[in-house]
C-alpha cells in the first residue's frame, strides 16, 4: 500500500465541505462573506488536488458546493431581514 504524501494529508484537512447551519444562522452578513471566501478558497484547492488525481474523497467537491449554496441563501435572508426593519 502506497504511503500518503503530506500533501495530500493536507488537502484533506483543510477541506472542512461541512458547516452547520445553525452555526452559520448566528453569524452577520460581514462574518458570512468571510466565511463565504474561504469555503470558495476551500473549493479551489479541492478541485486543484483533483484534477492531480490527489483528493482522497472527491465527494467533497459536491459538499463544498451545497455548503456555498447555503451560505449564499443565509446571506440573502439576512439582507432581506435588515431591509424590513
Avoid at 478541485?47 to 443565509?74: C, D, F, Q, Y
Amino acid at each position: 500500500m502506497a504511503k500518503k504524501t503530506p500533501e495530500v494529508k493536507q488537502a484533506t484537512k483543510t477541506t472542512k465541505a461541512t458547516i452547520r447551519v445553525a452555526d452559520l444562522r448566528k453569524q452577520t452578513v460581514q462574518e458570512l462573506a468571510d466565511t463565504l471566501k474561504s469555503v470558495n478558497a476551500d473549493l479551489t484547492e479541492a478541485r486543484r488536488t483533483h484534477a492531480a488525481g490527489e483528493l482522497v474523497n472527491p465527494r467533497v467537491l459536491s459538499m463544498t458546493k451545497k455548503t456555498i449554496a447555503r451560505i449564499k441563501t443565509l446571506q440573502v435572508e439576512k439582507t432581506r431581514e435588515e431591509g424590513r426593519k
